[in-house]
């Protein structure tokens, strides 16, 4: 995942923002990982829940990062019985509550 690769390069070399943007950055990473073609809602969950990791991993010290993710992750945990798409779907207003609430 290119995106995410590079989302987690730029959490790791970053050293002028602060913890708030990188967990603003974090969600709207997932967002776009969330958005890929997935089979099956678990797919998706697995899939976020490596992204989150991967991202929680380039910065161990800064907890807003895995606190985001975190966040992300249990409300799609929590609903992982619904189809792909809505899942998706509550993925995203959950991504978006996140940053709105910012």
Do not use: C, Y
């Amino acid at each position: 995942m290119p995106g995410l690769d590079v989302a987690v390069a730029e959490l790791t070399a970053d050293r002028e923002h602060g913890a708030s943007w990188m967990a603003r950055r974090t969600v709207e990473t997932l967002l776009e990982v969330a958005e890929q073609p997935f089979a099956t809602s678990a797919e998706l969950f697995d899939t976020l829940l490596d992204a989150g990791r991967k991202l929680a991993e380039s910065r161990p010290g800064v907890g807003a990062i895995a606190g985001a993710a975190g966040r992300v992750l249990a409300a799609t945990n929590a609903h992982r019985f619904l189809e792909p798409d809505e899942l998706r779907r509550l993925v995203e207003e959950e991504g978006q509550s996140i940053l709105h609430s910012r």
